[in-house]
């Protein structure tokens, strides 16, 4: 197997390469699942400083070692992504863009904003759940629909019946129902929880996977199939978007550890108890222990979030995008035969 992509896709076989070569005559997956893995590395990191550090990180390797450039254009790619989240929510070594700026914060119903703040911002703790499950959801909708075309291209529409089924039921539910949980105003006219359009989509959705999921056999035999793929679809899918929430989880975390060690710098040092007026060399001691302190400690976060961000995006690859976008692996990757010269 070789594979052959654009010079952006081509910086994610890396990490496509960690699991395993696409079968001959099967999708590449590696453009599709590009995007989403640098974002999710971003949300996993967030943090402006930190992609700061990663971006130079990867600049360094790509000067210094020509042999490593794909891994050093991964690691300038994953880092500067997560410069630009980091900024549109506004994290920057455990702190508050806007509030070291010096505007002023203003909550509402639990998320915070600032009204003032001249850039767009995000408040991820207070706002980004449900944005986790809809990437989940998205990816994995991605994911049915290029097995789906595939299929159908390869091995003829009646072998797609119970999948394009059960792609229609999930995505008019989350044009009708879900979209609401990100937006209350997002609503498409005409296609509600409760309008005719929605209940005919999934009927005509429930007709293919219960009905018409194999059309050689007979209709009770198909029912009682669709049935079963019925639960373990649904068990299955509810694990897949679930796992999405890591997302949310890992990029909370690291936040919440880079804020413990700021205070823990500021407190043990006892800068933020200095008098006013104290003189240049009375703040000097406290200057220097809280530094050793920030740099121990954010060290520790950046190399532990670090590690998460890389390896958590790439088991929502293999596992959920793989899975659902019907991946089958190859055996080995191209080696062409050539002359060896002793």
Known sequence: VKLKNNRYARIFELVGNMYALPKYGTIDLTPFFAPFYMLFFAICLNDAGYGAIIFALGLALAIKSKKMRQAAYLTMVCGGATTLFGIFTGSLFGTTIPELAGYEKVVVDGVATFPEYPLPYFDFQGSFFNWALALGIFQILLGMLLDIVFKARYFGITTIFAKLGWFIVLLSGCLAGGLQMLNENWVIPG????????????????????????????????????????????????????????????????????????????????????????????????????????????GINLFMSAISSFVHPMRLTFVEFYKNAGFEMGQRSFDPVRKMNK
């Not at 999934?202 to 199939?225: D, E, H, Q, T, Y």
């Not at 679809?233 to 679930?242: A, E, M, P, R, W």
């Open 191 to 298: 296609f509600t929880t409760s309008s005719i359009a929605f209940y005919v989509a999934m009927g005509v959705g429930a007709v293919l996977m219960l009905l018409l999921n194999n059309v050689k056999r007979n209709p009770i035999m198909n029912f009682a199939s669709g049935l079963w793929d019925t639960y373990n679809n649904v068990t299955g899918l509810l694990s897949d978007v679930l796992s999405y929430i890591r997302l949310f989880a890992i990029g909370l975390s690291g936040g919440v550890l880079a804020q413990v060690f700021n205070s823990l710098a500021m407190g043990l040092s006892g800068l933020d108890s200095v008098p006013e007026g104290t003189p240049w060399y009375g703040m000097l001691l406290p200057i220097v222990a809280a530094s050793i302190i920030l740099l121990i400690g954010h």
